[in-house]
C-alpha cells in the first residue's frame, strides 16, 4: 500500500550490504500514526523484541517477521541446536497468533533437512516467499470480500457502513491486510463505503492505526469508542462487521483482540452479519475448540492503566488514568464462538463456520494456491 506516493510493505529485506550481514526492514508501529519509522533489525534477538513490543503486529505480519528473524538466525549459526533455539525464542514472543508458529514449523521443515552450506541462502528465500504468499492471500481475501460488500451494496442508495475491531488492515500483515482488504477494494472499484474503526483498548490499534492507513488510503472512516458499537447496530448504522483473526479453529471459532465477542454478540442481536477475514495459515486445524485450546496471551497491566498520546506541542506523553496503586487485568485477546459467525472470508472464498474444514484440502493442495489467487 502506499503511505504518501511511496510504496510500502511492513517488512522487508534491506539492501543487500554483505551477503553474510543482511538486515530486515520494519515499519516500526510503536511510533504510529504521530511518526513514519523505519527499524532495521540484524539479530534474531531484536526480531524477537519487535514482536514483544508490538513494533510488528497483528498475526499475518508476526509469521513474515518470525521467518524473517529465523533468516536472521541462520547468519549467527547453523547448526540443528542453534536454529532450536532461535525457534524456541521466536515462538515464545507471543503465544496467541498461531500464524508464528507455522511460519517458524515451515523454516525449520526446510532447513533441517538441508546441508549446513545451504540452509542460510535456503532461510532468505523461504521467509521472502512467506512474505510473497502473504501479499497473495489477502489481495484473494480482499476480491471474495468485495463480492460480499457488493451484494450488501446492491440496490441501495446510501453508503456502505463496517464495522472493524483492532488493526487487521495491511500494517497487520505484509501488504492489504485481511479485514480491510474487502474495504480498499471495494473502495477502488468505486463502491461508497464507511469504516466505523473500534479505538480497541487499550492499545487502540484502531484508533491509531486502523485510522491512519484509512486515512493514508482516503478511504471514509470514524473512529469510536470500543462501547459505541452496540448502539451503532441498534440503529441500524452498521451493515456489518468484518475483523480479522490471531488464531481460528477447524470449527470456526475466531479468536481475535479482546472485545471482538462483545462485537460478534451485538451484531447477532441486531441481525448484522459478522465476518472473519482469515488467511488459511491464521486456522489452527490441530484445535476444535477455540474456547478451551486457545492460549490467550496476557500482557503488561501498564496498558491499561496508563496511555500515551501526542501533546499540542507535539511531545509523546504517556498519562496514567486510574488511581495510583489500581490492580488491572489485561487478558489481550478473546474468543467468538462459531455460532455468532457468519462467514470466514479466506483466500478460497467465504464459508460458513461448519464449513471451514473444506478449505484445509484446498490448502493441501499448495499447487491451487496460484491458480486461485488473482
Ligand atoms: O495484539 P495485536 O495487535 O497483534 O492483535 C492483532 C489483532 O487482533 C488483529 O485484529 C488480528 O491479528 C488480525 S490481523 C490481520
Excluded at 500514526?33 to 513494533?55: C, E, F, Y
Excluded at 469510536?224 to 462487521?241: E, K, P, T, Y
Excluded at 496511555?307 to 504517556?318: F, P, Q, V, W, Y
Aim: charged share 15%; hydrophobic share 45%; net charge negative.
Amino acid at each position: 500500500m502506499k503511505i504518501g506516493q511511496q510504496q510500502f510493505r511492513t517488512i522487508w529485506a534491506a539492501p543487500v550490504a554483505s551477503i553474510h550481514q543482511r538486515q530486515v526492514n520494519i515499519i516500526d508501529q510503536t511510533a504510529l500514526p504521530h511518526a513514519l519509522r523505519i527499524v532495521t533489525l540484524d539479530s534474531v534477538d531484536g526480531m524477537v523484541n519487535a514482536i514483544k513490543t508490538m513494533q510488528v503486529r497483528g498475526a499475518p505480519l508476526i509469521g513474515a517477521a518470525a521467518a524473517y528473524g529465523m533468516a536472521l538466525a541462520c547468519q549467527a549459526g547453523l547448526t540443528d541446536g542453534h536454529l532450536q533455539m532461535a525457534a524456541s525464542r521466536l515462538l515464545a514472543s507471543r503465544p496467541t497468533a498461531v500464524n508464528l508458529r507455522w511460519a517458524v514449523e515451515r523454516m525449520m521443515n526446510i532447513l533441517h533437512t538441508l546441508p549446513v552450506a545451504q540452509r542460510c541462502e535456503a532461510a532468505w528465500q523461504e521467509a521472502s516467499r512467506i512474505a510473497d504468499e502473504d501479499v497473495k492471500i489477502n489481495r484473494a481475501i480482499g476480491q471474495y470480500g468485495l463480492t460480499l460488500l457488493q451484494t450488501l451494496a446492491a440496490g441501495r442508495t446510501e453508503r456502505l457502513n463496517i464495522l472493524t475491531h483492532c488493526n487487521a488492515g495491511w500494517l497487520a500483515t505484509v501488504d492489504w491486510g485481511t479485514a480491510l482488504a474487502p474495504v480498499y477494494a471495494a473502495f477502488d472499484t468505486g463502491l461508497d463505503v464507511h469504516v466505523w474503526v473500534d479505538e480497541t483498548r487499550p492499545r487502540n490499534q484502531g484508533a491509531s492505526l486502523t485510522a491512519w492507513e484509512l486515512q493514508q488510503h482516503g478511504v471514509p472512516y470514524t473512529v469510536i469508542c470500543d462501547n459505541a458499537g452496540g448502539h451503532l447496530m441498534q440503529q441500524g448504522r452498521v451493515d456489518c462487521v468484518i475483523v480479522g483473526a490471531d488464531r481460528v479453529s477447524r470449527c470456526g471459532d475466531v479468536c481475535n483482540k479482546i472485545g471482538t465477542y462483545l462485537k460478534a454478540l451485538a451484531a447477532y442481536d441486531n441481525q448484522v452479519p459478522f465476518y472473519a477475514a482469515v488467511p488459511t495459515p491464521t486456522i489452527d486445524w490441530r484445535i476444535a475448540n477455540g474456547l478451551r485450546e486457545i492460549p490467550i496471551e496476557e500482557r503488561a497491566t501498564e496498558e491499561v492503566t496508563q496511555i500515551s498520546g501526542i501533546t499540542s506541542a507535539g511531545n509523546i506523553e504517556t498519562i496514567r488514568l486510574v488511581p495510583e496503586g489500581s490492580m488491572a487485568a489485561n487478558p489481550a485477546f478473546d474468543i467468538t464462538p462459531a455460532r455468532l459467525v457468519t462467514g470466514i472470508i479466506t483466500e478460497y472464498g467465504c464459508y460458513a463456520p461448519a464449513a471451514l474444514e473444506a478449505v484445509l484440502s484446498l490448502a493441501n493442495a499448495k499447487e491451487l494456491v496460484d491458480e486461485t489467487f488473482i
